[in-house]
C-alpha cells in the first residue's frame, strides 16, 4: 500500500511541476517535453518530410501558401503581443511548403513549420478556405497542443505502469486491468482531449484569420465542404480523436462574430474579398 502512495505522488508531483500556460486561455497544461527538446526533434522531422516528398515551388498556388501563412503568423505575434506575450514566438522558425499529394491533410508542427498538401486545395477552395485551414493548424502549434499530446501519452503509460504494479499480487484483477485500460483510458481520456484540441484550435483560428484579414464566416462554410468531401464515413463523434461535422460547423457559426469582434480591436473592420 506505501508503494502505491508513493508512485501516486510521484505521478502528482510529475503533473504538478511540468506545466505550461496556454497563452490563450490562461490556463495551466502540462508539458513533460519542453520546446528546447520538442522544436528541434519537430524541425528535423520536418525536413524529413520534405526530403521524402516533392515541393512545389514557384506556383500561384504555392505563392498562395506563402502569403497567407506570413499574414497569419503576424496575426499571431499581433494578438500574443498585445495580450502581454511579447516573447512567446522568439524560438519560432516559420517556413511554409506546399507539397504534391493527393491527401486531404495540412499541419503546422511545433515551433511553427508548416505543410500543405496538394490534395487539400480543392476543398479550401480559395485563399479565404486557405486561411482557415492554416489558422486552425497554426493554432495547434501555439497552443502548444503537440507538447500536450505526448505529455498525456506520457502519463497514459505512467499509469499503466502503477496500475500493474499496485495489481501485481492480484493476478485477477491485474487481468482485468490491462484487458480494459487501453480502452477505457483512450475513450474516456485521450480521445476526449483531442477533441477539446480540435474545438479549441477553431477557436484560435478563427482570430487568427480574422485578425489576418480573412472573413471568419468562411471557416463553417469550408467545413460544409469538409463534409461533403467525407462522404459521410466517420465514427461516432465519442470514438474520434475530432468533433463530428456537424457540431463543428455549428461551432463555427457561433464563434464567427466573437472573432470579428476581436478582429476589429485590431483595427479589422472589413475582409479581403473571396477568391
Not at 12 to 22: G, H, I, K, L, Q
Not at 76 to 100: C, F, M, V
Not at 153 to 177: C, E, K, P, R
Amino acid at each position: 500500500m506505501k508503494l502505491n502512495k508513493i508512485i501516486l505522488s510521484l505521478v502528482v508531483a510529475a503533473v504538478m511541476f511540468s506545466c505550461a500556460t496556454n497563452p490563450f486561455t490562461g490556463k495551466k497544461t502540462m508539458a513533460f517535453v519542453g520546446n528546447d527538446q520538442l522544436f528541434p526533434s519537430a524541425f528535423a522531422q520536418y525536413n524529413q518530410v520534405l526530403s521524402e516528398n516533392k515541393v512545389v515551388t514557384g506556383t500561384s498556388d504555392a505563392e498562395m501558401i506563402t502569403r497567407v501563412g506570413q499574414r497569419i503568423a503576424v496575426a499571431a505575434e499581433r494578438w500574443l503581443t498585445a495580450n502581454g506575450h511579447q516573447s512567446y514566438l522568439e524560438d519560432y522558425k516559420w517556413e511554409y511548403k506546399l507539397i504534391e499529394s493527393e491527401q486531404v491533410n495540412a499541419w503546422c508542427m511545433p515551433g511553427g513549420k508548416i505543410a500543405f498538401y496538394t490534395g487539400i486545395l480543392p476543398i479550401a477552395a480559395n485563399e479565404t478556405g486557405v486561411a482557415a485551414i492554416m489558422g486552425h493548424e497554426v493554432a495547434h502549434a501555439l497552443a502548444n497542443h503537440g507538447q500536450q499530446r505526448m505529455s498525456a501519452a506520457y502519463l497514459q503509460q505512467g499509469l499503466a505502469v502503477a496500475g500493474n504494479v499496485a495489481l501485481s499480487n492480484d493476478q485477477q484483477a491485474l487481468g482485468i486491468f490491462n484487458q480494459s485500460y487501453g480502452v477505457v483510458s483512450n475513450v474516456a481520456g485521450m480521445l476526449p482531449f483531442s477533441r477539446a484540441h480540435e474545438t479549441e484550435a477553431d477557436k484560435i483560428g478563427l482570430y487568427l484569420m480574422s485578425i489576418a484579414g480573412y472573413n471568419p464566416d468562411e471557416a463553417s462554410v469550408l467545413w460544409e465542404r469538409m463534409k461533403a468531401n467525407s462522404g459521410g464515413e466517420a465514427p461516432p463523434e465519442f470514438l474520434s480523436t475530432h468533433p463530428s461535422n456537424d457540431s463543428r460547423i455549428q461551432n463555427l457559426k457561433a464563434l464567427a462574430p466573437k472573432a470579428k469582434a476581436e478582429a476589429k480591436k485590431f483595427g479589422i473592420t472589413s475582409f479581403r474579398p473571396i477568391n
